[in-house]
């Protein structure tokens, strides 16, 4: 990742300028005092503009269905080709799956070393297997790397059973979990991926889940890149093969049925950036991996995420009225990065629109506004703008000395 320290400084001189171009305009507007949200209904939503449309180096040439590269700092999906459209995961279910689990982990609703009793249902599930006997006790840990590294179809359903008591209720769990996550082209049946017509998602969708998986669980991510399990006397590789061709590759998932095609979600942690990339709908095993390293070498070498504003350096300084204090910083509740062109860090142009006048009593995190930030024109986020401090009311005189001030302004 480029470093914050060489790009923190043009940028935010930038920040300034802009800002203080835009501060003029929000007192003109005064008079109205436009809440964020009339601002909103007046100008419009607009929708961000993904960094790869405002590249010189156009997305590597693909041979699958639809595909994605995200940026896990940021957030942002760098580019796409159907990018919310339909498409079955098959296997890639199965990053739910494991969501679910290590959320049970989490929450002490399971352990590791806990064992699960396989039932036959589970045995008997057809596709790819552990391999794990019925009546069999199998720890939490075992099943975990069945399903992860081997992706056996027997240690979901044993997975899902123990979480949920069975698969239906597990599935139920999953599309509850979709629907938090914002997963709206996302619908599970199973846990496994088995072929269903009402079993599907988006890349979209699994790019968001695999960004909110890695970054919700990293202690997690080793099953991920383990490039074996040996269960049963039974010997499986993993099947992401990404994993022998580059070492910062560190997952997640492949895919395959005759209808889904071949899929893998994978993801690099390259000088401190992560990056997903999904692939869905190639012919072969050798067509998704070679997809999968030229969208992960395109995003890596094209793009650059450096971070703009977190809770102690504010977006903007403004004016308060009736307040103990004359000045707050307004900014985001996180820190804010962003991904670019590579060189493109120093023409980010950041907006505030902002209510005026501002009125103590403010209350830190109060959404006031919102920053947008462009880039050549094209908006490529907008966050809201929250109060980072409280701002106390003044007392008698105060406020009434700004009541008097305002009359004026």
């Known amino acids: 990742m480029t470093s914050i320290q060489k ?33 909103a209904q007046v100008l419009g939503a607009p929708t961000p503009a993904l960094p790869g449309d405002l590249s010189v180096v156009p997305a590597p040439a693909l041979t699958a269905r639809a595909w994605l590269s995200m940026d896990v700092n940021s957030g942002q999906i760098i580019a ?34 806990q064992t699960v009793v396989i039932s036959e249902k589970a045995w008997r599930t057809e596709g790819s297997r552990m391999f794990v006997k019925v009546n069999s006790q199998v720890s939490v840990n075992d099943l975990l790397q ?22 239906e209720a597990f599935a139920a769990l999953m599309n509850e979990e979709a629907a938090k996550l914002g997963l709206t082209a996302t619908h599970f049946k199973n846990s496994t991926g088995l072929p269903d017509p009402d079993h599907l998602t988006s890349v979209r969708d699994l790019g968001m889940l695999s960004a909110a998986l890695v970054a919700r669980f990293p202690q997690y991510l080793h099953y991920y890149s383990q490039k ?36 893998l979600v994978s993801t690099a942690l390259r000088d401190g950036r992560r990056v997903v990339s999904v692939v869905v709908g190639t012919a072969n095993d050798a067509a998704r991996t070679e997809n999968s390293l030229k969208l992960l070498n395109w995003s890596f070498q094209n793009f650059e995420t450096v971070k703009l504003y977190d809770t102690s350096n ?27 062109p590579r060189g493109k860090s120093s023409e980010i142009k950041p907006v505030a629109n902002y209510t005026q006048p501002l009125l103590a009593p403010l209350s830190k995190g109060d959404k006031v506004g919102t920053l947008t930030l462009s880039l050549d024109g094209k908006v490529l986020a907008e966050q809201p703008l929250l109060v980072l401090q409280d701002v106390p009311e003044a007392g008698f005189f105060g406020r009434m000395a700004d009541k008097v001030r305002l009359m004026f302004e």
Request: include cysteine.
């Open 228 to 263: 074996e399990y040996t269960y049963n006397n039974i010997k499986q590789p993993n099947r992401n093969r990404l994993l022998w061709l580059d070492n910062t590759v560190d997952g997640l998932k492949t895919g395959h049925t005759q209808s889904a095609g071949y899929c």
């Open 314 to 340: 504010p977006a903007v300084t403004a004016r308060v009225w009736e307040g103990e204090v004359e000045n707050v910083g307004l900014g985001t509740a996180q820190p804010l990065w962003l991904t670019v």
């Open 146 to 167: 069945g399903v992860i590294v081997q992706s056996g179809n027997d240690a979901s359903v044993a997975l899902a059973e123990a979480v949920a008591g069975s698969e």
């Open 80 to 113: 796409a080709e159907g990018l919310n459209e339909q498409v079955e995961p098959a296997s890639l279910t199965k990053l739910m799956t494991a969501y679910l689990v290590f959320d049970a982990l989490e929450s002490g609703r399971l352990k590791l070393d």
């Open 7 to 39: 790009f923190a400084s043009p940028v935010l001189s930038r920040c300034v300028v802009a800002l203080a171009l835009a501060l003029p305009m929000a007192v003109q507007a005064q008079a109205q005092t436009p809440t964020p949200t009339e601002s």
